[in-house]
Structure formats: structure tokens, C-alpha cells
């Protein structure tokens, strides 16, 4: 049987399915995955330069307005036929747990319910002080804008390189990946950590791993099948 053939007959019989997402996934919709060169205005900036709590604290204009740059690129794009599909396979399926790493909020947007957004959401902002969410009519307009209760810089709801991710997020998901029949690893270089453990996790626990990237990761040798393909090809034929 070919790999699309046996991830077929895989899902099919599956009950319970965990999908851990990373870029690539809405690379289809248009948002540039953090391996592609950034263009343009961006083109002499590295993502990994820019997404720290060191570069904010240097320049937090230069981060704040890439982050702008970057949300009116994420509200223009539209959820692609991979969203589609995993949102498909969660009406589908007796259980169903959606891991992310993007924070475009395209998976909501394409109807996906049980969703852990482990890195965050750029459309939401926090306080860089006190941590906590903030809406709009807290912050005073700037470059960044500024906390209106304690003054501090108001920066992306967003998980940065170096920083921790939420403890209850990450045992929530790492237990989904355990506890399912198959885990679905799609556009995802598996370089950021933890969640590039996460489909080690579900191996060790015995549940079928299948990844789906057109590019060759660190998990493609160890999965259970590696569909090299784009998600918005590959994962609507993989919906029973
Ligand atoms: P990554 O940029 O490291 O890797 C992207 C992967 O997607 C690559 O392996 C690539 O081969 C694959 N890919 C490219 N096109 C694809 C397609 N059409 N279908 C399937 N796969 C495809 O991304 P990452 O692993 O998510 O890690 C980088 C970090 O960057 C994450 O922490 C994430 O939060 C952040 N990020 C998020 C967004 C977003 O929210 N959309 C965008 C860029 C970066
Ligand atoms: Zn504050």
C-alpha cells in the first residue's frame, strides 16, 4: 500500500486523533513560516533576532512594529484547505485534541474547538509588567503603546524564544499526545522546543505518528508514515 493509502486506513480506524501544527501549515494562507527570508521592509531582520524578550527590551519599537506588520498580514489571509481539514476531522472523530505553535489564530477561524494555541495569539496583547491580557482601551497609544495602570510597555500575547511556555498547556498537550490512536505531525520543522517532542512523546506511548511536510525533519525517519507533501494538499484526502 502506498504511505497516503496506509495514513488513510489509519485515521479511518482511529478514535482518538492528536494534530500538532507549526507554520507550514499556513504557508498556503500566505503567512511566511519563520524558515522562509523575511521580504521587503523586514528583509535585513532575522525572525529569531526579533522574537526574544531581549530584542524588546533593546528596541521595542522595531519589535512592536514588525509584530504590527505581521498582524495585518495574518487579518488579511484566509484559513486554507489544511485548516479546513483538521476542522473536518474533529466533527469526524470520537476525540480530538489541536496543538499549535502558529499564533494567527487561523485554526479558530476555520472552526477547529478543542485547540491549545501553545505560543499564544498575536491578535491579543499583554502588559509586559504585570503579564496580564489587556484590551484595547487599557493601552495608550504608542510604539508600543503603554499599560494605562502601570505604565509598562504593552507587547503580542505571544510565547518568544528563550521564554516559558503556559505549565497547564504543556501537560494538556503533551498528555494528548500520549493519550490518542494517532498523532498527526503537519508543517513543523521540529527544531523549537518542546513542542518538537511532542510526536517523540506519542511514539514512545505506541500511537501511530504520521507527518506531513513537503520538506524532510528530524521526525520523518522515525515516524510510523512521512507524507511529503503540502498540508492543504495531503490533509483534506486524509478526512474520512
Ligand atoms: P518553521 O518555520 O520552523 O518550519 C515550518 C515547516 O513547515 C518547515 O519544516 C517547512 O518544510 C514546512 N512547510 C512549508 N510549507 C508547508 C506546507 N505547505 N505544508 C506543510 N508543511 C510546510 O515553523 P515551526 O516549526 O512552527 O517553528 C517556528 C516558530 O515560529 C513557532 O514557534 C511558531 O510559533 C512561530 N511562527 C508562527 C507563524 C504563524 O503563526 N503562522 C509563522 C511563523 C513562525
Ligand atoms: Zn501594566
Redesign the pocket.
Known sequence: MDPLSRARALVGAARRITVL?????????G??????ALTGLWSRFR?EEL?TPEAFERDPKTVWEWYAW?RVA?AAAQPNA?HAALAALERWAAGFTLI?????G?HARAGSRNLIE??GN?ARNRCAGEGCVLADDEAAPGSPPTCRRCGSCVRPD??W?GEMLDPASLDRAFEAARDCDVFLS???????EP??SLPFEALASGVSVIE????P?PLSRRATLALA????E?LPRLVP
Not at 503537519?186 to 523549537?192: E, H, I, K
Not at 506531513?212 to 520538506?215: E, I, L
Open positions: 501544527t507549526g507554520a507550514g501549515i499556513s504557508a498556503e494562507s503567512i511566511p513560516t519563520f524558515r522562509d525572525p522574537a505581521r495574518v489544511g499549535t505553535q502558529n499564533v494567527d487561523l501553545l505560543h498575536i505571544v510565547v524564544f503537519v508543517g513543523t520543522s521540529g527544531l523549537v513542542a518538537a506531513v511536510n513537503p520538506q525533519t507533501g503540502p498540508a492543504g495531503m
